[in-house]
């Protein structure tokens, strides 16, 4: 005597379709656009903290203002061309150009080999120069830009906040020298007393960054 066929539970019955399974789908240009995102908002704080107030500064302060605008713009513009770029099948192989094309190729190519983030950085350090003395002012315009360069970073890399971990130490430890310089530049001049705090601020800080 035969026992009845017994179906597989994994298998479906004669006839039917197998039921799809849901599946957490992330769309694939959703990390992209969020780094790329990132970057932008922290381009555009930064100078926006460099630039305010427009009043107040020496003269050339404008074209130096233009001048990290722009490079904000192609550096964000420059992250979102590889990140499209990286994309599979997002480069397609053409054996001919015509002229036209082949010298806007040229010419974005070598665009996009100019290191437009260090001229924000070198624009907007040059911005803040052109203004009074503003220690505290500073101290952020410099905690915003290591926020952008490091983000920056990641993007470019794709990786992930963890690789900086070893970093970190250091990062707290150029954070605390400046809040240090900011506050020794806003106290009186005390003689001896002053430059004993901030010495012992400096070890303190660099003890920190030692690594254990």
Do not use: D
Request: charged residues 5%.
């Amino acid at each position: 005597m035969t026992s009845p066929p017994v179906n597989s539970p994994a298998a479906p019955p004669p006839g039917r379709a197998a039921a799809a399974v849901p599946v957490l789908a992330v769309p694939v240009l959703a990390v992209p656009v969020l780094t790329v995102l990132a970057v932008t908002v922290l381009a555009g704080w930064t100078v926006a903290w460099a630039a305010v107030p427009v009043a107040g500064a020496r003269a050339g302060a404008r074209p130096v203002l233009v001048a990290a605008v722009a490079c904000a713009v192609l550096s964000v513009v420059k992250l979102a061309a590889a990140k499209l770029a990286a994309r599979p099948g997002a480069v397609p192989q053409v054996r001919y150009l015509p002229p036209v094309a082949g010298f806007a190729v040229r010419s974005w190519s070598g665009l996009r080999a100019v290191p437009w983030a260090e001229g924000m950085t070198v624009a907007v350090l040059g911005l803040e120069a052109l203004r009074p003395s503003r220690p505290w002012h500073t101290v952020v315009l410099g905690v915003a830009l290591l926020g952008f360069l490091l983000a920056l970073h990641l993007a470019e890399s794709a990786a992930g906040p963890a690789v900086l971990r070893p970093q970190l130490p250091l990062i707290v430890a150029g954070i605390g020298l400046s809040a240090v310089s900011a506050g020794a530049a806003m106290l009186p001049a005390t003689g001896g007393l002053l430059a004993v705090i901030a010495a012992a601020a400096a070890v303190a800080v660099a003890a920190i960054a030692v690594p254990v």
